[in-house]
């Protein structure tokens, strides 16, 4: 239990943190996993949803809008595409997301329509989560 | 020869336009430290995805399956030339020598009977390409009511390329800006960003579990690694802009002391030889009488 992992959240404009911890829930897009210390290499994209990391210092929670994490034993590095720690998060930030997501899928060429749906559900889903 | 008065609003008028490059030296500085902290707070990210990538890429290449973005389209007939560049002059050869690279280079393609596209990031380099490629144009980007760059802006400009890429409007995308090296030196940079490159790994990767599978993942990363590649770029540019600013204001300043002490040596003469004629003119009317 004592065993911590190196979590690294990181986005295209910053670096959001870099810390020691036991836990990270991460919202994969093949559904929820739990990275512990010593997990197998593994990298996976993300859908936009809840990441929480869990540390001797208490919770870290972010919203992220996607991205990707890669796992590798003892590090975790997630590179989101856009991430707000949800203290920070306002109501505004969310429906602006939601905003921007919806006119990009009704622009969306019909073959990518379902991904780009799917995009507007999660983001409906990650406001609903963090509480707005 | 030009009169006392004359001289002394030069002095006057030169002194004005040393404060002004003095004032705009000192503001790039402070736009530079800025620019250079952002682009420095981009690295990780940057440098974590072209890892993954870089392996993912290398599992991927050469497989029937391996995406658009990284194969190609198996031509090399149409070049799209992404030309950034800054908003405002008065930084130096900044723009030129990025305007210079992409000149070559095309050019070079021209010669090769290449069809040239080119998109413009930037209003000083699309000014300076009109005259002679003006044709060539199918798109600009204007950034200049961007406060501050952000990854948004990239995304903008990488979601263009791509649906241009997608409409087979083009085969091979290159972004031209200019490396950041120091406040002296920017290297203009040519950087081909579709079909993706990668330097080889060097380092033995370990085996990852992918989720979805590597493929999967990969159309997913390969236009995000675009935005990213654009987004290094902007940062890298914004940066060197700031810095030839402040190099080409720093010399301004310099020249405009150097004048301005020229100046005053010839006001001081012209004095002189003034106060000197007019004694002369005293002492030989008073030896006249």
Redesign the interface.
Known sequence: MADTLQFDLVTPERKLSSVPVTEVQIPGAEGDMTVMAGHAPTITTLRPGILKAIGPQGHLTFAVTGGFAEASGPSLSVLAEQAIPVDEANATIFDELVAEARSLADAALPEDRAVADKKVADLIALRAAAGY | MPSLKDLKNRIGSVKNTRKITKAMQMVAAAKLRRAQE?AE??R???E??NA?MAG?AGSVQGTDGAPRLLAGTGRNAVHLLVVMTAERGLCGGFNSSIVRKARQHLTTLLAQGRTVKILTVGKKGREQLRRDFGHLFIGHVDLSDAKKL??TH?QSIAREVLSRFEAEEFDVATLFYARFVSVISQVPTAQQVIPAVFEAAGEER???????SEG??LT??LP?GV??QI?TALLENAASEQGARMSAMDNATRNAGDMISDLTIEYNRTRQAAITKELIEIISGAEAL
């Open positions: 952002s707070a981009a990780p990210y940057a974590r995805m993954v993912l952000g990854y990239a370990t085996d990852y579990d992918y989720e979805p999967e993942i997913d990363l995000r935005a990213t987004f």
